[in-house]
C-alpha cells in the first residue's frame, strides 16, 4: 500500500506492507503471524523504516466493516535519516480494506 503520511517526525510518501509467516493471507476470523514494514520518504532525503513482527488476521467483511487485513504488532527503527529516531520501538498496526484502500499508525513507546 502507499499513500501520504503526515505528523511528527516528518510528511512524506510511504509504502506499507503486511506478509504471513507462511506467505498467504488468512482466512476471515484466523490469526496468523507475520511481518509489517512501513517506509516514510519526506523532503530533503529524510527518511524513517520500521520493522516488526506480529499478528495478521482475517476480518469478515460485510456492510459496515471494510477491513479486509490487519496486521498489529511491536516495531523496530532499523533505518532513518533522523538521529533522534535511531533505536527507537513502539506499536503499529496495517489496515488493508476491501476497497483497495489502507490506513497505517504507528506510536512511539
Known amino acids: 500500500m502507499t499513500g501520504t503520511s503526515t505528523g511528527a517526525p516528518f510528511d512524506g510518501r510511504f509504502t506499507a506492507n503486511l506478509m504471513a509467516l507462511d506467505g498467504s493471507l488468512p482466512d476471515p476470523g484466523v490469526c496468523e503471524f507475520g511481518h509489517g ?3 516514510i520518504d519526506g ?3 529524510r527518511y524513517l523504516v520500521l520493522i516488526g513482527g ?3 488476521c482475517g476480518e469478515h ?3 459496515t466493516n471494510l477491513v479486509r487485513y490487519q496486521f498489529s504488532g511491536n516495531y523496530d527503527v532499523v533505518s532513518t535519516s533522523q538521529r533522534k529516531l535511531r533505536g527507537g520501538d513502539g506499536w503499529f498496526e496495517i489496515r488493508l480494506t476491501d476497497n483497495g484502500q489502507g490506513t497505517v499508525s504507528a506510536t512511539d513507546t
Do not use: E, P
Request: net charge positive; glycine share 24%.
Open 37 to 39: 514494514k512501513i517506509r
Open 54 to 56: 506480529g499478528d495478521v
Open 43 to 45: 523532503t530533503r532525503g
Open 61 to 63: 467483511v460485510d456492510g
